[in-house]
Nanobody, 117 residues
């Protein structure tokens, strides 16, 4: 059973930065894909950023150029660096990881990010 434990988040002014962490139980090298998602009140969960086994990255249009997804193999942790934050980035952020394509993976517990104007 894969466990993902998130940290980071909080309240920040518009234009500020935050970094989210997602620590995995065991090596993150085994994951096929790791990603960040977010869900704002009254909205569907949306994909924010993805990083694959070969370290290819992909971003949602609304965060391109502002957010960066990365991994630290030594720490078995995935990160989301969020810069130039906007009020519309306010949401609960979740990390996700799966071992095999098409097979349901594991979610982190979620962390609140609030950006005030």
């Amino acid at each position: 059973q894969v466990q993902l434990v998130q940290s980071g988040g909080g309240l920040v002014l518009a234009g500020g930065s935050l970094r989210l962490s997602c620590a995995a139980s065991g090596s993150i090298r085994r994951f096929n894909t790791m990603s960040w998602h977010r869900q704002a009140p009254g909205k569907q969960r949306e994909l924010v950023a993805t990083i694959t086994r070969d370290n290819s990255t992909n971003y949602g249009d609304s965060v391109k150029g502002r957010f960066t997804i990365s991994r630290d193999y030594a720490e078995n942790t995935m990160y989301l660096q969020m810069n130039s934050l906007k009020p519309e980035d306010t949401a609960i952020y979740y990390c996700y990881a799966n071992l095999y394509p098409g097979i349901l993976g594991s979610w982190g517990q979620g962390t609140q990010v609030t950006v005030s104007s």
